[in-house]
């Protein structure tokens, strides 16, 4: 609900709320799975970049692309 209501204000700002909450549920799942606690800074720098390059570059490309195209139900 937040990305959405962000997104229709501020497309380009509105994945940064699953970004953000991605890496930090992301990071203790691994950190359980793993059984490691010593790499949270890695495993929170790469889950997080990850996220990053595919949900604002990769859907930023997309959401471009499809804006163009008049595909969108709303905006």
Do not use: W
């Not at 940064?16 to 720098?45: E, K, R």
């Amino acid at each position: 609900m937040g990305t959405r209501y962000i997104g229709r204000r501020l497309p380009l700002k509105a994945p940064l709320f699953p970004v953000v909450s991605n890496m930090a549920i992301v990071l203790l799942v691994l950190q359980q799975v793993y059984g490691s606690t010593d790499s949270y800074f890695f495993l929170l720098f790469t889950v997080g970049l990850g996220e990053f390059i595919s949900c604002v570059l990769f859907g930023g490309i997309l959401y471009q692309a499809l804006k163009r195209s008049h595909v969108f139900m709303y905006g």
